[in-house]
């Protein structure tokens, strides 16, 4: 079956009335015929049936068994982070999430979970720092803002030789795009806030396991720490599901013709983009994806603060501001937004430079994104013009 009717499918109408629409259990509690007696739902933490549908249609999206929705991404990866234990170490991506570094950082760290950041574009740098406490491994591909990809079968296969678990922050990709659980990952998280929900309505996050028994202990993490999803904002995110695929084909398309288009373009240094040619693991992205995502990030010429400021505050379409994956293009300038928190040496480190400019692409027309981008692309070459001939 095609994917998408098999998605629409998957969304249950109601027996009780015939209501298309996903009804919104908004209730705390459930009543009992007689004590444990219910009709399988007893507290909206431990289990509400507008979350349920969301939680068990993302599962499937994922090719996982269990699922479990968040208030947020965060609380998702935190989710995660509570099935380890003091002493035990995770092995992460350097280029990771900011929220995510901060949380393992400045949260775990004092509870005696250690983090190894490494580069895992390349196999051999996560052989290499595996220990014996290694019981985590933590990648993204695409990676944010950069859009650096890892392999992550062959992670999948260092991280199960050495006994550890492999969970992917899949929320660039979406997916539509990749399933790591497909690949040998045992868990997927999602900032559902931004392609899952797919209009900049709302923060949510979700867990998808590979096995049941995993699914288990982050439903248990999931009733005992308590950060649950909304049943309004869980129907928001279902509602979102429903053009997912539609949504995410459209980024995709118009994110290759603006990522060509700023290739060629002469105040542009270079192009971050895994369906470019030119992006150095572009092989292992078409291998391991169906296509290349609706992110793009790219590097002014003579990067500085004062030309990135005056090129994102002069687009039209592209609307200045930090999240992704919603309908309308985002511009943002990572470090002075996203990672501005993150010390400008490292943050440098990671390729995140002055000039380095992210765009989200929306579902406008691209040539009109493209005829937006010139014009803002022109006007700092005009000033950067203006500016060296008084200086001659
Ligand atoms: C936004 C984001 C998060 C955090 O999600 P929130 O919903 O903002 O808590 C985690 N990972 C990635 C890759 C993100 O883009």
């Excluded at 090719?63 to 035990?88: E, M, P, Q």
């Excluded at 393992?104 to 490494?118: E, T």
């Excluded at 392999?151 to 922050?169: E, G, P, R």
């Excluded at 002469?266 to 992110?295: R, T, W």
Aim: hydrophobic letters at 40%.
């Amino acid at each position: 079956m095609n994917n998408v009717t098999s998605l629409l499918n998957s969304i249950p109408t109601d027996p009780l009335t015939g209501a298309i629409s996903v009804p919104i259990y908004q209730t705390s509690t459930f009543i009992q015929e007689a004590p444990n007696v219910n009709k399988g739902y007893d507290y909206s933490r431990t289990g509400n049936p507008t979350r349920d549908v969301l939680e068990r249609v993302v599962a499937k999206l994922e090719h996982g068994t269990t699922g479990a929705a968040f208030g947020s991404g965060l609380a998702a990866i935190d989710a995660v982070v509570k099935l380890l234990k003091s002493g035990d170490e995770i092995l992460a991506v350097d280029d990771i999430y900011g929220g995510a570094f901060r949380m393992f950082n400045d949260i775990y760290q004092k509870f005696g979970i250690k983090v190894n950041y490494v580069d895992t574009t390349k196999v051999e740098n996560v052989v290499d720092a595996f220990t014996p406490d290694t019981k985590l491994v933590w990648i993204e591909s695409p990676t944010n803002p950069t859009l650096k990809i890892s392999d992550i079968a062959a992670i999948a296969s260092v991280a199960h030789a050495n006994d550890a678990l492999l969970c992917v922050d899949n929320t660039f990709a979406s997916p539509v795009l990749q399933n790591p659980l497909e690949l040998g990952a045992d868990i997927v998280v999602h900032s559902a806030t931004k392609y899952l929900g797919g209009h900049c309505d709302l923060i949510a996050g979700i867990v998808v396991t590979k096995n049941e028994e995993l699914g288990e202990k982050i439903k248990y993490i999931q009733n005992a720490s308590g950060a649950i999803l909304g049943p309004f904002d869980s129907w928001l995110i279902i509602r979102g599901l429903e053009t997912l695929y539609v949504r995410v084909q459209r980024h995709c398309e118009s994110a290759l013709k603006v990522a060509q288009y700023l290739e060629k373009h002469p105040a542009i240094e270079k192009v971050f983009y895994p369906g470019l040619p030119s992006h150095v693991n572009h092989d292992v992205a078409a291998k391991q994806s169906k296509a290349f995502g609706g992110m793009i990030s790219f590097v002014l010429k003579n990067d500085t603060i004062e030309i990135a400021d005056e090129l994102v505050t002069s687009t039209k379409c592209f609307k200045l501001a930090e999240s992704l994956g919603g309908t309308k293009s985002l511009i943002c300038h990572p470090a002075q937004m996203t990672h501005a928190s993150m010390p400008a040496e490292i943050r440098k480190s990671h390729g995140v430079s002055d000039g380095l400019v992210r765009l989200s692409i929306g579902l406008e027309d691209p040539e009109d994104l493209i005829a937006d981008l010139e014009q803002a692309l022109n006007k700092i070459l005009k000033s950067k013009k203006e500016k060296a001939a008084l200086t001659a």
